[in-house]
């Protein structure tokens, strides 16, 4: 079974192409699991409910599971809208960089 730590880098090789940050870096994945059967889930948000590539950072999320964690056998996105996400969930340098230009 992968480690959410192995979950969470794989998922790092994410990068939202509006701000051009990685999806852990900016706070938007909250928890990761494998099971024994190697099927990971990745439970995360979007800036927004109205993200304009929200079916495409889904399916890249999935995608990067499977190309990263070659034992994987099932990826999926459990995508919650609870906590709601904001600036404070990134990391330092991402809120220094982005200079409160999104919320």
């Not at 051009?20 to 990971?40: H, I, P, Q, S, T």
């Not at 109205?50 to 999320?61: F, G, I, K, N, R």
């Not at 070659?70 to 330092?92: G, H, R």
């Amino acid at each position: 079974m992968y480690s959410k730590d192995e979950i969470f880098k794989a998922v790092s090789s994410v990068v939202d192409p509006e701000v051009g940050f990685n999806l852990v870096d900016m706070g938007l994945v909250y928890d990761a699991m494998c099971n024994k059967d190697m099927e990971v889930t990745v439970t995360m948000t979007l800036s927004t409910k109205a993200c304009p590539l929200h079916q495409m950072l889904v399916q890249w999320v999935e995608e990067a599971v499977l190309r990263e964690l070659p034992d994987a056998d099932l990826a999926k996105v459990e995508l919650v809208w609870e906590p709601v996400w904001n600036i404070s969930m990134a990391t330092d340098e991402v809120k220094q960089r982005l200079g409160g230009k999104i919320i």
